[in-house]
């Protein structure tokens, strides 16, 4: 019988230790989490197709996420019909530009002058910038699983000096300065420019996400986003 109490003393230590290492890790990872928030590119350019499309999918982002959501439209739609505490609208009239990267570039820039002192984007340490026709399944989990303060969180898809951009989470403070290299030089598309200034950056991949959503300039089905 001593021995057996023994067994069981040491059993017990054992799984404590276990235990606490285990609550430990979990509490220095949430506490080492990023804080998220969401920028949606939208530009409804007077087609009632695309605006209903915008507005599935800013509803899906409120109501399967708890994130804040900031929403810049580029073509001055104010999308009075979505109202929620955690939504942010910032209509633009910005005019035609000769390339989309040089359209959402600006439309960028604009809306993180007009935010830049909002306390809800202060609380932020990272933002996840997404194509605002697009939803991400199950994004809250994938985000949180994800390596915590990386410099980027890219697609799958990445190559030839090419990153393709429907979404993409990005430090906070690094999000100015790449939209200004990007604004700055108008001969290269928004991809080209995001896979250069990521190559001396710390990032991963995240996703895929399934998809049916088609693209808005070549209409392409990126089933795998």
């Known amino acids: 019988m001593k021995w057996l109490t023994i067994i069981l003393l040491i059993v017990i230590v054992l799984l ?3 235990s606490s290492r285990y609550i430990r ?7 080492n989490k990023n804080k998220w928030c969401i920028l949606l590119t939208t530009a409804v350019n007077n087609d009632e197709s695309r605006k209903k499309l ?14 804040d959501i900031f929403v810049v439209e580029s073509s001055n739609y104010s999308f009075d019909e979505l109202k929620n505490e955690r939504l942010y609208v910032y209509s633009f009239q910005i005019e035609p530009k000769n390339s989309t990267t040089q ?3 600006e439309s960028i820039l604009n809306i993180l002058e007009d935010i830049k002192d909002h306390p809800k984007l202060e609380e932020c340490s990272h933002i996840l910038k997404v194509t605002g026709r697009y939803y991400l399944d199950d994004i809250e989990e994938v985000l949180d699983s994800a390596d915590p303060d990386k410099d980027f969180y890219f ?3 990445r190559n030839n000096n090419w990153q393709n951009s429907e979404y993409f989470g990005i430090r906070k403070e690094l999000l100015k300065p790449l939209i200004e290299d990007i604004k ?4 290269k598309h928004f991809e080209h420019k995001l896979y250069e200034f990521s190559v001396d950056k710390d990032f991963v991949h995240i996703g895929p996400f399934k998809n049916n959503i088609a693209r808005g300039g070549d209409g392409l089905v990126l089933k795998d986003l």
Request: hydrophobic share 30%; glycine share 0%.
């Open 25 to 31: 890790k979990y509490k220095e990872r949430m506490t």
């Open 54 to 67: 915008y507005i599935d999918s800013i509803t899906k982002w409120l109501e399967k996420t708890n994130y």
């Open 184 to 187: 700055a030089d108008e001969k």
């Open 155 to 157: 697609q799958i898809h």
């Open 16 to 18: 404590f230790i276990i």
């Open 103 to 105: 359209y959402e570039a």
